[in-house]
């Protein structure tokens, strides 16, 4: 019993030497002798960051802008437009990274002009805005037609009608303008007063800038009748229309063409009497004649051939209501026959039973046909 109390006495101290060893033993690191687990003087969690991540330079968001340039320069120009349903103006710097685009081609400030519509991208900086993007869109083109009232070299007035209504339209015409006439280029000289014209333009400023001026060919009216004493670049016609006597007084200028016996001639050449058809249009309350034309009235003569040449031709009997001796002028053109077959004058005898068909020309009565038969 006593040797049992010993044994457990002797455990009981061991047990608790061996605690004590422990407690006084020195602590040991698991990364090695002197170091923490994240490192000399290091936290676990490192230096401390922003709970959104590192600090970045903040941006300007890039805004839109449209509108009318009302006025530009080489570093800026000014923009009228709406905001948010409201008139709005903006003036928006120009600096050497501005894109500048127009007609879908890169382009320079110098390009952009007022009136010009335009799309600006921009941002604010310091206080201004800064153009990056500039793009000038296609004006709208309006159309006109009418009469041209009148014209000089830098404007064209127009009776008419285009989309604002009807009335008097006042067209700019600068080095823009293209103008066309009778399918040809054309210069603002060559438009008239009384001209139809077809106009495309865009307004610019509150001005109505013409981009096209198409000049419609005039509808030709004719007319016919005879000659009655005139003036030197006039011509009075006397005729019938729709049944009704009348009566024109035509303009001759510098185009009129004239046609007498089948050539080209002068006004001088038209005589009173005349029988002629005249081609004309309406030019500023005018009748201008572009085509004179004297017809060629065959009249008949029957008689005997009193004598003959190769250049004319004799012959005794009657004429339009007068009976006598008749001369005619034979020439390249007359077409004579002779018992049904074709023939010369000198073919023709004294004696022989004619008809003649002539015309008369300058007072002479030039034979066209002659029909002859021998007795």
């Not at 009228?80 to 400030?109: H, M, N, Y």
């Not at 805005?129 to 004006?139: E, F, G, I, M, Y």
């Not at 400023?205 to 001026?213: F, I, L, N, R, S």
Request: aromatic letters at 4%.
């Amino acid at each position: 019993m006593r040797s049992r109390s010993i044994i457990l006495l002797v455990a009981v101290m061991f047990l608790a030497g061996t605690g004590v060893a422990l407690a006084l033993a020195p602590e040991k690191s698991t990364t090695g002798p002197g170091k923490s687990t994240t490192g000399p003087g290091k936290s676990t969690a490192g230096p401390a960051k922003s709970p959104g991540g590192p600090v970045r330079p903040s941006i300007t968001p890039a805004r839109f802008a449209s509108g009318t340039v009302k006025a530009s320069s080489a570093g800026s120009f000014t923009v009228e437009g709406k905001e948010q349903g409201k008139d709005r103006e903006w003036t928006f710097v120009l600096d050497s990274k501005t894109r500048i685009v127009k007609s879908g081609k890169p382009a320079t400030a110098t390009d952009v002009e007022a009136g010009d519509l335009v799309t600006v991208k921009y941002t604010e900086q310091e206080g201004k805005a800064v153009a990056q993007d500039v793009t000038v869109r296609p004006k709208p083109v309006a159309t006109a037609s009418g009469t041209v009232k009148s014209s000089s070299a830098d404007s064209l007035v127009v009776g008419g009608q285009a989309q604002a209504g009807t009335g008097e339209l006042t067209f700019v015409l600068d080095s823009k303008t293209r103008i066309v006439r009778s399918g040809k280029t054309a210069t603002a000289t060559d438009v008239e007063a009384g001209d139809g014209v077809t106009v495309k333009y865009t307004e610019q400023e509150g001005k109505a800038v013409a981009q096209d001026v198409t000049v419609r060919p005039k509808p030709v009216a004719t007319a016919s009748g005879t000659v009655k004493p005139s003036s030197a670049g006039r011509l009075v016609v006397a005729g019938k229309e729709y049944g009704k006597d009348r009566e024109w007084t035509f303009v001759l200028d510098s185009k009129t063409r004239f046609v007498k016996g089948g050539k080209p001639a002068t006004a001088t050449d038209i005589k009173t009497d005349d029988l002629v058809t005249v081609r004309y249009t309406e030019r500023g309350g005018k009748a201008v004649a572009q085509d004179v034309t004297v017809q060629q009235l065959v009249k008949t003569a029957s008689g005997t051939v009193k004598s003959s040449s190769a250049d004319s031709l004799v012959v005794t009997g009657r004429a339009q209501a007068v009976t006598g001796e008749l001369t005619f002028v034979l020439d390249s053109k007359t077409h004579i026959t002779r018992n049904r077959k074709p023939a010369t004058a000198t073919d023709l005898q004294v004696g022989d039973l004619v008809i003649v068909g002539y015309t008369e020309q300058e007072g002479k009565a030039v034979a066209k046909d002659v029909n002859a038969v021998s007795r």
